[in-house]
């Protein structure tokens, strides 16, 4: 398969969006409207993320799935480069909107723990729109990042945290894995996130792919 190209994505929705775009919800519609308008150093990503969401919201054997899956499957190799959200934004015609809040069910415990705001962490020369990261939405609307997740000193991911969340899809349920790293874990007797750092950091991994293996 060759890799997706975040330009052919575009053409599909730019052709269909009036057939899209009427079932994709609020949230979904955020989502999309988010990624369009973040630069990305990784377009490809980006791409899969969009086609993800609008396949999710499409019915079964709605017309626009196939050319859509096409773009997935022959896609031309992608080119790096930042992408100009703005321009996709009008071509679309989108217009954004509030940006998400919590789940009715979030825990506000896991808003309460040690974060640093998408603010300060792009200030220090880091992207907070990172997928790999875990990303919280609180009900102001403001995008925290728990704080874990990074070292100290140099104030960069750790790498053990980035490979559990990418095993665990953080981008896709960052509370899920926030509720993964601080609460308790029967299978490494401890809460994740407090091993950090020490020895048992070593049985993370293997930690997440149990947790996977039980879904």
């Given at each position: 398969?060759?890799?997706i190209?975040?330009?052919?994505?575009?053409?599909?929705?730019?052709?269909?969006?009036?057939?899209?775009?009427e079932?994709?919800?609020?949230?979904?519609?955020?989502?999309?409207?988010?990624?369009?308008?973040?630069?990305?150093?990784?377009?490809?990503?980006?791409?899969?993320?969009?086609v993800?969401?609008?396949?999710?919201?499409?019915?079964d054997?709605?017309?626009?799935?196939?050319?859509?899956?096409?773009?997935?499957?022959?896609?031309?190799?992608v080119?790096t480069?930042?992408?100009?959200?703005?321009a996709?934004?009008?071509?679309l015609?989108?217009?954004?909107?509030?940006?998400?809040?919590?789940?009715?069910?979030?825990?506000?415990?896991?808003?309460?723990?040690?974060?640093?705001?998408?603010?300060?962490?792009?200030?220090?020369?880091?992207?907070?729109?990172?997928?790999?990261?875990?990303?919280?939405?609180d009900?102001?609307?403001?995008?925290?990042?728990?704080?874990?997740?990074?070292?100290?000193?140099?104030?960069?991911?750790?790498?053990?945290?980035?490979?559990?969340?990418?095993?665990?899809?953080?981008?896709?349920?960052?509370?899920?894995?926030a509720?993964?790293?601080l609460?308790?874990?029967?299978?490494?007797?401890?809460?994740?996130?407090?091993?950090?750092?020490?020895?048992?950091?070593?049985?993370?991994?293997a930690?997440?792919?149990?947790?996977?293996?039980?879904?």
């Open positions: 398969m060759r890799a190209a975040l330009a052919d994505v575009l053409d599909v929705l730019r052709e269909h969006w009036d057939e899209v775009q079932y994709l919800d609020g949230t979904a519609r955020a989502a999309v409207v988010a990624l369009l308008d973040t630069p990305s150093a990784d377009p490809e990503r980006t791409a899969r993320r969009i993800r969401l609008v396949l999710a919201a499409l019915p054997g709605h017309p626009v799935r196939v050319p859509l899956e096409d773009s997935v499957r022959y896609s031309r190799a080119h480069g930042a992408i100009d959200g703005t996709v934004l009008r071509a015609d989108l217009f954004r909107g509030p940006s998400p809040v919590p789940p009715e069910d979030a825990d506000d415990w896991l808003l309460a723990a040690d974060s640093v705001s998408a603010t300060d962490y792009r200030a220090g020369g880091h992207d907070p729109a990172d997928p790999d990261l875990i990303r919280l939405t009900r102001q609307g403001a995008v925290r990042l728990p704080s874990f997740q990074f070292d100290g000193a140099s104030g960069r991911p750790l790498p053990v945290v980035v490979a559990v969340n990418r095993l665990l899809d953080a981008d896709d349920d960052p509370w899920g894995v509720d993964w790293w609460g308790a874990n029967a299978w490494l007797d401890a809460v994740p996130a407090r091993l950090l750092g020490t020895p048992g950091e070593h049985g993370l991994l930690a997440a792919r149990a947790e996977i293996a039980e879904w």
